[in-house]
């Protein structure tokens, strides 16, 4: 399915202990737009949903729908935090294409 690095569990874990109302977990999805044609989206999440796959690594569980999983197969996502850049990284096998901020590909 995917695969979490260490660094993403921890961010993942510090976004659901400090968010503002308590949550099951995050979900990934994959929305048409950005500039190569596809983008992902995070977002806190309470329920699993009809055909949702559900990926629980030490405790955090990611919710990921039917539709977005054959984009998202066999991808590894990663949590970041640098001088340039901070947040979660998308390493993603099926994208023929990715745009520079690496949250959009095709």
Do not use: H, W
């Amino acid at each position: 399915m995917i695969t979490l690095t260490p660094n993403a569990i921890s961010a993942a874990r510090t976004i659901l202990e400090t968010a503002a109302a308590p949550a099951g977990g995050l979900r990934i999805e994959v929305e048409a737009g950005g500039c190569s044609g596809f983008t992902y989206r995070m977002g806190l999440e309470n329920e699993t949903r009809d055909g949702d796959q559900i990926v629980e690594t030490d405790g955090v569980k990611f919710f990921i729908d039917d539709m977005s999983l054959g984009f998202v197969k066999g991808m590894t996502v990663d949590f970041v935090s640098s001088f340039e850049k901070s947040g979660f990284v998308f390493e993603n096998p099926n994208a023929t294409t990715q745009c520079g901020c690496g949250k959009s590909f095709a």
